[in-house]
């Protein structure tokens, strides 16, 4: 049983400050709705939030409502109204009172809802087609000839409704009485429409855009400048057609989808997830939680919502404060307000050396400023691989860690860079960290050891167990290594022999160690652990955040942790008024990012329950259609891992959701063959 704090000396200051949550990233941004200056958005973790001018400031109006992805929104006049896989929800004040509108429904995980005329219709991921005459209070089956009841969107237009579905598209000339399925398209899955005068535009999964001039009747593929096919959204005005896509951000064609060009300048997060137009303002939202704001057809966006979003790497020097995710932002009130710099994206890893700032990307190598954030430049000269995981310094040296190249060394400030991989024997580079003379590389194949700057490495695992390490950290002259598997190994002798410090650890892996004075600090899946025995013991301090920390960093006054729901600061003071808990069991609902990823074919998921309840853990493909149940069972609480075989699958991003009791978590997977 979780046992109450025992505070060793009375605080008032500090006693219910906790952790504070700097930034307001909710998720992926599933659904946006536009009335006059009014932006209604839509987000994974279940919120909504309003803005009444134009995103300059946001309000959460629907707190206390049950929680989980929320796909759809509709404003109409003083109806609002939500539906995820919580249901349907309805207000007439702007969201200041929630009543449930799942009456009818026989499938309540909603995907799309619309207003046509006196009616409103409803598209469900496994029941079909809904229709309602009063407003929501009740709903009726509308599926006839509608032969896949999975419909992902729905749209009305000249008096007939169309339903985009997982194996074609169908439309209605009767409100749903009856459906007929579109000749000449392919039975794929489709997600988008957007109409403009006679033009009927019809994007699908994979397959890119179709476009109509004849109400249907016949249709061709319109792809041309399209260099991403997985198509999320399509909105037209006048002559100007916009089409989301899941990896190259937005484009844009002005001669009906004849030729495509990118318009992305000013979006970071090019995961674009919805679009939506009302006059000249056009809002798109992003997977990584991002709300952009183009009022010039696409030329050029700015972001409307602050915050880093997801956070891999953090770091505090001279009073900034940078945090590295889908791009860099940099604070200099410890997170209070935050500047965002659009000329570097997928940030995985951050470090300051000398004057300079590197950061290191998922896929575009390395970029350097010498200004704190404000231009970038790329250093990518002799790099042996683009996917940077992590970065290392000695003296004016700085060593990247690859996630296929090994090690990479840079003795000019990053003009040129040389590999450094003599004695490495595994090249997926996760740690550095430096103690004297020597540097030490944890990869996840064991650790390896240097000491000469880099030039030669040598094995010292002696020890060490598991050797998927993912985070290594110093405690005066002990080196602590993390693990993937959630445990931690201390050495006292230079990484000659490792012992192993779990007691109180819970968690499935462990991402950052820092050390402050007598305390030293992890960041894992299940949140911040704390111990001031040098590692004996461990202690969960991260009350109030349900997020996987990335990365820990320490101000004069904070700690701070960059999660993937934002970042969290704690005043140091407080950290020092708590003692030891009860953590035999996990104290939070986690479900951990899949590993390795991208994968093929397999992959291992972990997650940990606070309490005993029926659990479920199912894979999704992009367009929501389930594709292996992994856990379907009651479990007790604690932690459990369980592998996923894509054997069968097709190369691309997958959606897992754990759902136990109130709690759902959803995170995305790469399958690469």
Partial sequence: MKKLFMIIALLPAFMFSQWIHTTDPSGTVWSISLCGDSVYTSFSNGEVNFSSDKGLTWSVINSGMPIGIIYTLLKSGNDLFYGGIKGLFHSTDNGIHWTSSNSGLT??????????????????????????????????????????????????????????????????????????????????????????????????????VYLSTNSGDSWSLVNNGLTDLWITSIAAKENYVFTATQKE???????????????????????????????????????????????????????????????????????????????????????????????????????????????????????????????????????????????????????AGTYHGGICRTTDEGATWQAANNGITNKDVRAFITKDNNIFAGTTGGMFMSTNEGLNWSVVNSGITDTVI???????????????????????????????????????????????????????????????????SWNLISDGINSTIQSLTVSPEYLFAGSDNGVWKRSLAELTSVSNKDNNLPQLFTLAQNYPNPFNPTTNIKYSLAQAGNVKLIVYNILGSKVATLVNDYKPAGSYSVQFNGTNLASGIYLYRLESGAYTSTKKLILLK
Avoid at 496 to 510: D, E, M, R, V
């Fill in 107 to 208: 499938d309540t995980i909603v995907r799309s809802i619309i207003i046509s005329g006196d009616y409103l219709f409803a598209g469900t991921q496994h029941g079909g087609a809904f229709i309602s005459n009063n407003g929501g209070l009740t709903w009726s089956p509308i599926n006839i000839g509608l032969t896949n009841l999975f419909v992902y969107s729905i749209a009305g237009y000249g008096g007939k409704i169309y339903s985009c579905t997982s194996t074609g598209l169908f439309v209605s000339t009767n409100n749903g009485t009856l459906w007929s399925k579109f000749n000449g398209l392919p039975n794929s899955g489709f997600t988008a429409l957007a109409f403009s005068g006679n033009n009927i535009y019809a994007g699908a999964y994979n397959v890119g």
């Fill in 249 to 399: 951000g937005i484009f844009l064609s002005t001669n009906n989808g004849s030729d495509w060009f990118k318009v992305n300048t000013g979006i970071i997060d090019s995961e674009v997830t919805s679009l939506a137009i009302n006059g000249d303002s056009m809002f798109a939202g992003t997977w990584g939680g991002s709300i952009y704001l183009s009022t010039n057809n696409g030329s050029k966006w700015s972001v409307k919502n602050t915050g880093p979003g997801t956070v891999n790497s953090i770091v505090f020097n001279n009073n900034n404060l940078l945090a590295g995710g889908y791009g860099v932002q940099l604070s200099t009130n410890n997170g209070s307000s935050w500047t965002q710099f659009n000329e570097v994206n997928y940030v995985q890893s951050l470090i300051i050396n000398g004057n300079n700032l590197y950061a290191g990307m998922s896929w575009n190598g390395i970029s350097k400023s010498s200004d704190i954030g404000l231009t970038w430049m790329p250093v990518n000269s002799g790099l042996t691989d683009s996917m940077i995981n992590t970065f290392g310094s000695f003296g004016n040296i700085v060593l």
């Fill in 470 to 536: 993912e985070s290594l950290g110093l405690d005066g002259n002990n080196i602590l290594a993390g693990t993937f598997n959630g445990n931690i190994f201390l050495s006292s002798d230079n990484g000659q022999s490792w012992t192993l410090k779990k007691n109180g650890i819970t968690a499935h892996f462990i991402t950052s160690i820092i050390s402050l004075g007598n305390s030293l600090f992890i960041g894992t899946d299940a949140g911040v652990y704390q111990s001031t025995n040098h590692g004996d």
